[in-house]
């Protein structure tokens, strides 16, 4: 079975640049989730999707963050302007419906605003 | 709001000694409890998990019970080798159904010496 696909898997941009990930979840999964993982803390929950419509997106910066998932399959986050505190590493993860039923994750995107 | 909360690290531990990472949570309702590891270079990957009051879950000789009473999920291994070294990180999925959130602890870097 395939794994959860992220790219790219590093990424180095200026600051006030914009940048895209992008992420393929397991097939079938329903759920698709998007953390941000800044060095020596635990990931935080940036989006939740649920098939194509939003469950939580309550710690997402609106006004720089954006992310959309085409078709309930695939999905893109976007950063738009990005600031150096947004150096993290990006989670990609995706699971069944359901409580109790465990996320896969991607590698991640190690992203690097300079 | 839930939330996850691990004892502080690092952990050093030389080969064959006896592990316990402390987790406790605050949750509504009743959570599912997971233990999540990052190996280094690698994605987060699921060690174990617990669904239910007095559940135990283990895995490569890892083992963690869901204790409602005093709202905790310590990992214990009796005898830890090199390779376990990796960052933990203890977390919950809260009890609503398909939008359960995934919520994690801070993690905690484990380092075994031969």
């Known amino acids: 079975e395939a794994g959860v696909a992220q790219s790219p898997r590093y990424k180095i941009i200026e600051k006030r640049q914009s940048v895209a990930f992008w992420c393929n979840p397991i097939?079938?999964?329903?759920?698709l989730y998007w953390y941000q993982q800044i060095l020596g803390q635990g990931p935080k929950l940036l989006i939740q999707f649920q098939n194509n419509g939003v469950v939580d997106d309550s710690q997402l910066p609106k006004d720089r963050f954006s992310a959309e998932r085409l078709k309930g399959v695939d999905s893109t986050l976007k950063i738009q302007p990005a600031k150096l505190e947004d150096s993290a590493v990006y989670l990609c993860?995706?699971?069944?419906?359901?409580?109790?039923?465990?996320?896969?994750f991607g590698q991640g995107t190690r992203l690097t605003v300079v | 709001g839930n939330s996850v909360t691990q004892m502080e690290g690092p952990v050093t531990l030389s080969e064959e000694a006896f592990l316990t990472i402390n987790c406790t949570y605050t949750?509504?309702?009743?959570?599912?409890l997971f233990w999540y590891v990052q190996y280094p270079g690698e994605g987060l990957q699921l060690l174990l998990k617990a669904t239910k009051a007095d559940d135990k879950g283990s895995n490569k000789g890892f083992e963690a019970t869901y204790r409602k009473e005093t709202t905790s999920f310590h990992l214990e291994k009796g005898s830890v080798q090199v390779s376990d070294s990796a960052v933990y990180f203890c977390a919950l999925t809260s009890s609503s159904g398909a939008n359960s959130k995934l919520t994690f602890g801070k993690g905690i870097t484990l380092s075994v010496r031969p």
């Open positions: 949750a509504t309702g009743y959570p599912s």
């Open positions: 993860a995706s699971s069944f419906e359901g409580l109790g039923t465990e996320a896969f």
């Open positions: 097939s079938g999964h329903a759920t």
